[in-house]
């Protein structure tokens, strides 16, 4: 029997456990003590910390695995790397695991490439931040360099706003510089795409439904996503020379662009399949199930990527606009509805649950398709309704 290692064990780690189940596989999920609801289904538990690249490789020696992948987050991506050079596993290298777990790596390789993305800075803490940006323009955005997601990120628009943007950058970053860059004005949207032996299988852009904070949150999307011919050619062109810049191989790849007068811009690229659905989404229009090729390509297989079919379909994260415990939840959408694809509910009445601010603070999603874009999402706004959400 096959051994996967499995890096977490967070919703966005569930499917991919579920699948290698699914496949005779033996799963080990590996993540800090917790109430992770992957631990119930996998084989074998480990508490280590995903960060820790030289426990986590001890264990997979002395376990004798096949395969070592994640889905839904970068905290991990290094580990992987790392446990793939050394035991000459299928999947990320070390190198390119780096490169896509720290913005400046990441934009000092797309500049050596000429791929198009924004001007930036690197700037440490220490540092006076007024003589580092000279020459930027604004509005800026300040991020953190190690994590993706929402933390650590702040839209400026004056020079005032610039230090509460850097205190929140260093409360959320294990590194001691940050990232300022231009902020590019344009319509931000995402692709997922899969890269085996040097070769991208796909790629599939796709529309984000953001929720708007201090700074925009992906809270669902949606595909098709619309462009026009040769924006569309230009997207999967700066796409694909973003990814063997940075050395990207048999893995997954998650995508954040920005499209500006016809032109793609890489916002950032991580080795990973996206989260907030959109290893669904990708399994969906596909018509195969995506969690079981990421988890083929980590074995060392060579599945096939087929692209002929392209059903819509879109979905959205169920939240909370207080902190609280819920006292009512309930999905009152009929099983007859076959343009409802899956109502997910992460917690259960009577759980402490976080008004939304990232990620992480979702509780549940709502997953719909259709035979067009538009049934898609005439069906979420339909099937969101009738859930039942309340906390006091």
């Given at each position: 029997m096959k051994k996967l290692m499995i890096m977490g064990a967070g919703i966005y780690q569930v499917p991919l456990i579920k699948a290698a189940k699914e496949m005779g596989i033996y799963t080990i999920a590996v993540s800090i003590p917790?109430?992770?609801?992957?631990?119930?289904?996998?084989?074998?538990v480990l508490h280590i910390n995903t960060v820790d690249a030289e426990a986590v490789l001890k264990a997979a020696r002395e376990r004798q695995i096949d395969g070592i992948c994640t889905a839904g987050t970068d905290v991990a991506v290094m580990t992987i790397g790392r446990v793939n050079d050394a035991l000459g596993l299928s999947g990320i290298s070390y190198k390119a695991a780096r490169i896509a777990c720290d913005k400046v790596l990441m934009k000092q390789c797309y500049e050596e490439h000429g791929v198009r993305t924004a001007r930036y800075r690197k700037v440490y803490f220490n540092e006076n931040i007024a003589d580092k940006i000279e020459g930027l323009q604004y509005p800026l955005i300040?991020?953190?360099?190690?994590?993706?997601?929402?933390?650590?990120?702040?839209?400026?628009?004056?020079?005032?706003q610039i230090q509460a943007a850097i205190t929140?950058?260093?409360?959320?970053?294990?590194?001691?510089?940050?990232?300022?860059?231009?902020?590019?004005?344009?319509?931000?949207?995402?692709?997922?795409?899969?890269?085996?032996?040097?070769?991208?299988?796909?790629?599939?852009?796709?529309?984000?439904?953001?929720?708007?904070?201090?700074?925009?949150?992906?809270?669902?999307?949606?595909?098709?996503?619309?462009?026009?011919?040769?924006?569309?050619?230009?997207?999967?062109?700066?796409?694909?020379?973003?990814?063997?810049?940075?050395?990207?191989?048999?893995?997954?790849?998650?995508?954040?662009?920005?499209?500006?007068?016809?032109?793609?811009?890489?916002?950032e690229i991580g080795g990973r399949s996206g989260a907030t659905c959109l290893a669904e989404l990708v399994s969906i229009y596909y018509g195969y199930d995506y969690y079981k090729k990421i988890i083929e390509v980590a074995l060392g297989m060579k599945p096939d990527f087929p692209t002929d079919k392209a059903v819509p379909n879109a979905s959205k994260l169920l939240m909370s606009d207080k902190d609280g415990e819920i006292i009512a939840l309930a999905n009152r959408n009929p099983k007859s509805d076959r343009n409802i694809y899956e109502v997910c509910f992460d917690y259960t009445v009577g759980d402490q649950v976080k008004k939304f601010h990232v990620g992480p603070h979702r509780i549940g999603h709502v997953i719909t398709q259709g035979r067009t874009l538009a049934e898609a999402t005439s069906a979420l706004d339909r099937a969101l309704k009738n859930i039942e959400i309340e906390v006091v």
């Open positions: 917790g109430k992770y609801p992957g631990f119930s289904y996998a084989d074998e300040i991020k953190i360099v190690d994590s993706s997601g929402s933390r650590g990120i702040t839209r400026v628009d004056r020079p005032d929140n950058a260093q409360a959320f970053t294990r590194k001691d510089y940050y990232i300022v860059e231009e902020f590019i004005i344009g319509r931000e949207f995402g692709a997922q795409a899969f890269v085996m032996d040097g070769k991208v299988q796909f790629i599939l852009p796709h529309g984000d439904y953001i929720f708007l904070g201090s700074t925009g949150v992906p809270a669902g999307h949606f595909a098709p996503y619309k462009l026009s011919e040769e924006a569309q050619q230009d997207c999967y062109e700066t796409c694909e020379k973003a990814i063997l810049a940075m050395g990207l191989d048999n893995c997954a790849v998650n995508c954040d662009f920005i499209m500006r007068d016809g032109q793609t811009y890489v916002l």
